[in-house]
């Protein structure tokens, strides 16, 4: 497995999500002219019914008033049977809320026929996680942060795509800005409520900066002070469940931060210093890292992460200037595969070879199983990039003992034929696997445990 | 406030949840009581398909042949239980060998299709299509077998399928329908085997996570089979207390359809104490609960177990055998005229040999599924044509089923 893909494989696997019958052979005549293509190119996602952050917010908070309007006038009685009770508890579950929105992605990655924006969208909702694990109020918004903040920007300025997750409710919530008060504002004075370091903390470690991005405790409290004042509309109205400035939440004056002062009044505070970590030379470093490390190999090749660093910098973090510059990297067709298919990524990638649709199977529940729920990393820092840990030995069983029962499902697919239209080469000994195989479906399963089909 | 995620519980596969006693399978594949159910002496067919192409010398020896030590050095049983005076059963089959003394089971030997390549998927094809040659329909002979009874004698109950997929021997427009047996969703011995043998030619490291993870499961599951139940050892056995929980039910399916994998023994065949005895004692141990779960109604039960082709006579370097042609069958069941082995026994001489290294098949396996067909569905010569196209060298072989 040390030898150079194919131009297909890497246009349709390192920078797709696997190939449906057809994708490899449409690939083959000019795979960078396929990937480069799809840059800048975003597709309206298909399901209409999914809500925006403040309608769920809005619809979660009436919900809960109604609740505890009605348990008051019923007190000691049981409820179970109110029908009305049910209807708002159904309401203010957030399943309600995430099972669509997960549905919807496994959707969109099935039928995807523009991969790479579902591959960078999935990138970048890691690189700015939010997780369900965090509680209820960020489950139910989880899958609206990644269509808000993180979709629409892929191929726009990384500076903005900063802008919108630092502001959205999801962020917000999840890494406790809105209970975040200035020690010298009003609320921090009359409540005695105080700084919370969370989210200034994250976004220079984990979004912009990175760990060795040059920034001390001191930065970390400058900045934290600047985001007082970020918070969700929480008050019955029509702003409920946006982002909104309070000031009464925002410490006064001035902060100095990385050794320059911000003076700037309110919002504008943490707004200039989002702008200016974002184009920060060290953020360019830590983001074109992590890309590489994503889409190639982990630890990245110290020359590309220069060359992405130096288009991320020239370009003031244009990110369709930079996904450009890494999909036609030569470096990029040349690393042999050696990223393991993440869960997520390999429950569609089955999909898409056997071209079963999401629906008809617990595809959620099978890709937890493999060790990823959706949108529920266990730490604000992503799922890892070290990711020999999908193919644990528990995960790779479990992985063999579902595709066992998924590849019935294909009905008569010739396994060769199926194995050239969705990977093309294979090696020797895979192919000679499927070959001998006892049944169809075992030379399909075995085909898709190969490491041709787990790693790109 | 609680996350109230519980996604494994959620979307489940909508067939899985479809019966979980008995008493829910009656009432759901019959809606009501229909036609079939006022039938007490109904028959129920079992088709068990042995995936893989079984070492049919290894399953019946004929100790009897002269060539037999010879050509079958390394592979020769020892403590046969004789069947007559040319046959010995393999001793992991002490079920199948006493419905054998009770005229319960019996044997046909030197079987094959018509297809004579040996590739797995075509031969399955072949055997379950019941065309002689592959790719000439989308349909299974059961299921227009199926179809032929609908047409003369009424309404049959749907066919049941235990597993996630439609067998092609099912496949048609008469109406089946599946059953997975949730205890046994794992993935076979078999392709675990083939896997790490792919990863250990591929990629060490995968070899070595799958191996251990495999060690990891035998041990985890080891440890529960000794708090369980006997039949709860496997899933082939498992599969098959279902099925006769559904095939008893006075208006449950009359046709059942069930797969067993794991039968290529090209390395290490290990006829009596290795795989291919293990397999067998499988085999053997399912037979006899679907018999002790089917009660009164095995009397009215014809159970025939196939595969798509045979093995080599001779062992191959590898102690196992390749891909062959002339295999057996075995019958069992009170709809079984049995206690007899049935062959035309074509000798294990080098000479008689197909192509010189496989057993000769003299008997067209769908000589066996027309006598069955003949019996069960009540078809008559026209009927078994259309479900058996171009089979007029293959005629049911008689006596086979009471």
């Known amino acids: ?456 | 406030m609680t996350d109230e995620f519980d996604g494994r519980l959620r979307r489940p596969l909508p067939r899985r949840r479809f019966l979980q006693t008995s008493a829910a399978a009656a009432a759901v594949l019959a809606f009501g009581t229909p036609a079939w159910a006022e039938q007490p002496e109904r028959p129920r067919l079992v088709v068990v398909l042995l995936r893989g192409a079984v070492d049919g010398l290894a399953v019946a020896a004929p100790v009897g042949d002269p060539h037999y030590a010879e050509m079958r050095a390394g592979l020769t049983l020892e403590d046969g239980i004789p069947l007559d005076g040319l046959f010995s059963l393999n001793p992991s089959m002490p079920g199948f060998a006493r419905l054998f003394a009770d005229r319960q089971a019996a044997i046909v030997h030197a079987v094959a299709t018509p297809y004579r390549n040996r590739s797995h998927f075509d031969g399955q094809d072949v055997l379950e299509s019941g065309y002689p040659e592959r790719g000439q329909t989308d349909s299974g002979w059961l299921n227009r077998a199926i179809g032929e009874a609908a047409r003369r004698g009424g309404p049959q109950p749907p066919a049941l399928a235990i597993g996630a997929s439609l067998p092609l021997i099912l496949r048609g427009p008469a109406p089946v329908t599946t059953w997975i047996n949730e205890a046994t969703t794992r993935s076979s011995p078999g392709t675990r085997e083939r896997l790490l043998d792919l990863y250990k030619q591929t990629n060490p490291s995968l070899a070595e996570g799958l191996a251990r993870a495999v060690e990891l499961d035998a041990t985890a599951r080891s440890d529960a089979e000794l708090k369980a139940t006997p039949s709860r050892r496997n899933g082939f056995v498992e599969d098959m207390r279902v099925l006769a929980a559904f095939l008893r039910e006075s208006s449950g399916p009359s046709v059942g359809v069930i797969d067993s994998d794991g039968w290529d023994t090209h390395v290490k065949e290990g006829p009596q104490k290795g795989r291919l005895g293990r397999l067998l004692a499988e085999l053997d141990q399912g037979l006899l609960t679907l018999r002790d779960g089917l009660g009164p109604v095995w009397a009215q039960t014809t159970v025939v177990v196939v595969t798509e082709f045979g093995r080599t006579v001779r062992m191959n370097g590898t102690t196992g055998t390749d891909h062959g042609n002339g295999t057996l069958a075995l019958l069992a069941g009170g709809g079984v005229a049995g206690g007899k082995v049935v062959a035309d026994w074509p000798g294990l001489a080098p000479g008689s040999l197909y192509e010189g290294r496989d057993l000769q098949p003299t008997i067209d396996t769908r000589s066996i599924f027309k006598a069955v067909a003949e019996r069960h569905f009540g078809l008559d010569g026209s009927s078994l044509d259309r479900v058996f196209p171009s089979s007029g060298s293959a005629p049911p072989l008689p006596r086979l089923v009471t």
């Open chain 1, 1 to 456: 497995m040390s030898t150079t893909p194919s131009g297909a494989v890497v246009a349709t696997r390192r920078f797709g999500l696997g190939a449906r019958p057809g994708e490899v052979s449409e690939a083959a005549a000019d795979p960078r002219g396929y990937v480069v293509r799809q840059i800048g190119v975003t597709p309206v996602q298909g399901a209409a019914d999914l809500q925006s952050s403040d309608q769920i917010i809005q619809r979660r908070l009436r919900a809960g008033q109604e609740l505890k309007a009605l348990a008051g006038q019923q007190s000691g009685s049981d409820l179970s049977d109110d029908a009305n009770y049910q209807a708002l508890r159904q309401i203010v579950r957030p399943a309600a809320y995430v099972q669509p929105e997960v549905s919807e992605r496994f959707e969109a990655g099935f039928s995807s026929d523009n991969p790479l924006i579902e591959r960078l969208t999935y990138f970048w909702s890691d690189h700015f996680t939010v997780s369900r694990l965090k509680g209820s109020k960020v489950t139910a918004v989880a899958g609206a942060f990644e269509r808000e903040a993180i979709r629409p920007y892929v191929y726009g300025r990384f500076s903005d795509m900063v802008l919108a997750v630092a502001k959205h409710p999801a962020m917000l919530f999840y890494l406790d800005n809105d209970i975040s008060a200035g020690p010298d504002s009003r609320v921090g004075q009359r409540k005695s409520r105080g700084l919370n370091e969370n989210l200034g903390r994250e976004i220079l470690e984990l979004h912009t900066l990175g760990v060795q991005g040059g920034y001390t405790q001191a930065d970390v409290i400058a900045f934290a002070k600047a985001l007082t004042g970020w918070r969700v509309e929480m008050a019955p109205g029509d702003a409920t469940g946006r982002f909104v400035f309070v000031p009464q939440w925002h410490e006064p004056g001035p902060v100095e931060f990385m050794g320059q002062v911000y003076d700037q009044p309110g919002m504008e505070q943490a707004e200039a210093i989002l702008n200016y970590v974002s184009v920060h030379p060290a953020t360019a470093r830590h983001i074109a890292g992590e890309l590489a490390a994503h889409f190639l190999q982990s630890p990245p090749p110290p020359a590309l992460v220069d060359r992405l660093s130096g288009v991320f910098l020239e370009s003031d973090g244009d990110l369709a200037a930079v996904t450009r510059a890494l999909v036609t990297d030569d470096a990029s067709w040349q690393a042999p595969p050696s990223k393991v298919l993440p869960p997520f990524d390999f429950v569609v990638a089955v999909l898409r070879a056997l071209e079963l649709p999401p629906s008809e199977l617990p595809v959620e529940a099978a890709a937890a199983l493999f060790g990823q729920r959706t949108w529920g990393a266990t730490s604000p820092k992503g799922w890892p990039a070290e990711d020999e840990i999908w193919a644990s030995p528990a995960a790779l069983l479990k992985r063999l003992d579902w595709v066992e029962t998924v590849v019935p499902r294909a009905g008569d697919v010739d396994p060769l034929a199926r194995a050239d239209a969705v990977l093309g080469d294979l090696s020797e000994p895979t192919r000679n696997a499927v070959a001998r195989a006892e049944s169809r479906h075992q030379a399909l399963a075995l085909l898709l445990m190969s490491p041709e089909f787990l790693l790109r």
